[in-house]
């Protein structure tokens, strides 16, 4: 099933607008969802950013200059040759 949101800046039209929808043939479900008023999403209030942050201030962090680098890291050399070779 797929979803099409639409935004309306008027909200005087929202009911016309939901109406409209409704005589489409095919159209299964509208609802109306009001903007939040409220706080803006604070990515440095959740649990993943202060890991990373965790990991950056303990030294836990990798440079790779290239994705081959990057893979090389994480794989060993040997195992990546070998994946490298079969795929190319």
């Known amino acids: 099933m797929a979803t ?3 935004q309306i800046p008027d ?3 929202v009911q ?3 109406q409209a929808c409704k005589m489409i043939v095919g159209v299964t479900s509208v609802k109306i969802q009001k903007p939040t ?3 803006e999403y604070d990515i440095t209030k959740t649990a ?3 890991e990373a942050m965790d990991d950056v201030k303990n030294g836990r962090v990798y440079h790779a200059d290239s ?3 990057m893979f090389k890291q ?3 050399e040997e195992a990546f040759s070998k994946i490298r070779s079969s795929h190319v």
């Open 4 to 6: 099409l949101v639409l």
């Open 11 to 13: 909200e005087s039209l």
């Open 16 to 18: 016309k607008v939901k």
């Open 37 to 39: 008023k409220g706080k």
């Open 48 to 50: 993943g950013y202060r």
């Open 67 to 69: 994705v081959d680098d």
């Open 74 to 76: 994480i794989l060993g």
